[in-house]
């Protein structure tokens, strides 16, 4: 089999795979600072109790989600490593810059958001959930920058030539913000919101409709309704962007997403469904709004959209994967618009949970913005195909020279073994809590401090391990003893 078919599929299985975590984490690291910012407001304990179960799936997801994403870091130095060499400095500086200020940021917090809910004060426990959140948030924003780089370079000049030729940063700011990184990140996070909140709108609809945990269960609900409701409304205003920028960016991507064979006289149709046939270069079975595109666009109907006569034969992407996948996408995105509308008409009527029929809808949904973020990230990807770096780099020439088919189809039957394991842990141990749900609170939240608390538990368990530490027995039976005088 071919190489490099076999690479790009091996890519494309690891990042799919690892790409429905981080979306969930970052989702449910907004939905836990929501709900504890609640909590610290009004003191309410369902609040801190809803803040508490979430905690546990965020860290179940979060774990998942590290495992997985540790692979492509090699396949970088392994399968892609003349595209490593090559833009090694610009792309490993956005890597690198993910591992200062995101990925610690997370990681050194997520200890006390996890474990200390009786051990730190709440308003330390909410500082530490809030950073999280942000590290998680932070990491999206540098890998988006990285693989925004790739769609639009800029802030570099090459040096080097021949096989010797890489590419260097000449200006750090100019790479971070370069002409589709912004546009790119607002539509990745809010497609993030809008995972996590369907997430946590599935569980909750679960419970209300198994009449569980109930209390938790309408609060966690009124909190997703509303980012799900804002994220897919703010989605399609970011589409609206992502569209326009395309068409000077990127022209052959948004002709690829729209089957846009032949630049026509006057303005442009935009198609709902169809089949692109490029040896006809028409799109069968389509429906087509006529200067739709046009008017989307450059807001002027009577002005054509450059089609993919426009671009070198050699240079075009194909067309019927980024074509199904993102209308796919913005089926979906619909969807969720007017699921999350209808929810909260009869949320704000008070009559959501009478509604049996669209809580059981509101569950199944869980998948649909799964879906949405998957196909738009195929979407983009193949879009700008043959390019891996746009008009520098042709992913033909970014493989391995040394790479042979045979190790990278065994690489791929491992990993499939290996993810099918790691799927089937993750949906055990959330099934397992979702079941369980959220427990009862009521302990303290650490006003007294660690050896206070230590103190407290030598008192109730006076067999547990923390009393073989002679010195921390001396100390919380010292601390004991006063409390007691």
């Known amino acids: 089999m071919d190489v490099l078919f076999l690479s790009r599929l091996q890519f494309a299985l690891t990042v799919m795979f690892h790409y429905l975590f981080p979306p969930l984490s970052i989702g449910l690291g907004l939905h836990m600072v929501i709900l504890e910012a609640r909590y610290l407001l009004t003191r309410d304990p369902a609040y801190e109790q809803a803040a508490r179960f979430w905690t546990k799936v965020f860290a179940v997801n979060f774990a998942v989600g590290v495992a997985t994403g540790l692979v492509m870091e090699f396949e970088f130095g392994t399968n892609w490593a003349t595209y490593s060499r090559y833009?090694?400095?610009?792309?490993?500086?956005?890597?690198?810059?993910?591992?200062?200020?995101?990925?610690?940021?997370?990681?050194?917090?997520?200890?006390?958001?996890?474990?200390?809910?009786?051990?730190?004060?709440?308003?330390?426990?909410?500082?530490?959930?809030?950073?999280?959140?942000?590290?998680?948030?932070?990491?999206?924003?540098?890998?988006?920058?990285?693989?925004?780089?790739?769609?639009?370079?800029?802030?570099?000049?090459?040096?080097?030539?021949?096989?010797?030729?890489?590419?260097?940063?000449?200006?750090?700011w100019a790479m971070v913000f370069n002409p589709s990184s912004m546009h790119r990140l607002g539509h990745v996070l809010l497609g993030s919101f809008l995972q996590g909140a369907f997430f946590v709108l599935s569980i909750s609809a679960y419970y209300l409709l198994k009449q569980?945990?109930?209390?938790?269960?309408?609060?966690?609900?009124?909190?997703?309704?509303?980012?799900?409701?804002?994220?897919?409304?703010?989605?399609?205003?970011?589409?609206?962007e992502q569209a326009r920028a395309l068409a000077h960016n990127q022209p052959a991507k948004l002709a690829a997403f729209e089957g846009h064979f032949e630049t026509g006289e006057g303005g442009t149709g935009l198609y709902l469904f169809g089949s692109p046939n490029p040896q006809t270069k028409r799109v069968e079975y389509g429906v087509e709004i006529p200067k739709l595109l046009s008017v989307l666009v450059y807001s002027d109907p009577n002005k054509p959209v450059p089609g993919l006569d426009k671009i070198p034969a050699d240079e075009q992407p194909p067309v019927q994967i980024p074509f199904q996948t993102y209308h796919i996408m913005i089926s979906i995105g619909m969807y969720l618009i007017g699921l999350s509308l209808l929810s909260v008409f009869f949320a704000l009527r008070k009559r959501l949970e009478q509604q049996r029929w669209l809580l059981?809808?509101?569950?199944?949904?869980?998948?649909?913005?799964?879906?949405?973020?998957?196909?738009?990230?195929?979407?983009?990807?193949?879009?700008?195909?043959?390019?891996?770096?746009?008009?520098?780099?042709k992913t033909s020439q970014a493989l391995s020279k040394t790479v042979q088919a045979d190790q990278v189809l065994a690489s791929i039957l491992l990993f499939t073994f290996v993810y099918i394991g790691l799927f089937a842990v993750w949906v055990f141990v959330l099934h397992s809590k979702i079941q369980h749900g959220p427990a009862a609170v009521g302990g303290g939240h650490g006003d007294d401090g660690f050896l206070e608390v230590a103190g407290e538990r030598v008192a109730r368990e006076p067999e547990t391990s923390l009393t073989s530490v002679p010195s921390i027995r001396v100390a919380c039976a010292d601390l004991t003893k006063e409390d007691a005088e």
Not at 111 to 126: I, T
């Open 87 to 172: 833009v090694g400095d610009v792309f490993g500086s956005a890597l690198a810059s993910e591992g200062i200020f995101a990925f610690f940021l997370e990681s050194g917090f997520l200890a006390v958001l996890v474990f200390g809910w009786d051990r730190v004060k709440p308003r330390v426990h909410f500082f530490s959930t809030l950073m999280v959140f942000f590290g998680s948030t932070f990491s999206a924003v540098w890998i988006v920058i990285a693989n925004s780089w790739m769609h639009t370079p800029a802030g570099f000049h090459i040096v080097g030539e021949g096989i010797h030729a890489r590419a260097e940063i000449t200006d750090f």
């Open 212 to 240: 569980r945990h109930l209390e938790v269960a309408r609060k966690s609900l009124k909190v997703a309704l509303g980012i799900a409701t804002v994220s897919s409304l703010a989605m399609l205003l970011s589409g609206h």
């Open 360 to 393: 059981k809808i509101l569950v199944v949904s869980v998948v649909a913005p799964i879906i949405a973020n998957q196909a738009g990230w195929v979407a983009t990807e193949v879009g700008r195909q043959p390019w891996i770096v746009q008009g520098l780099l």
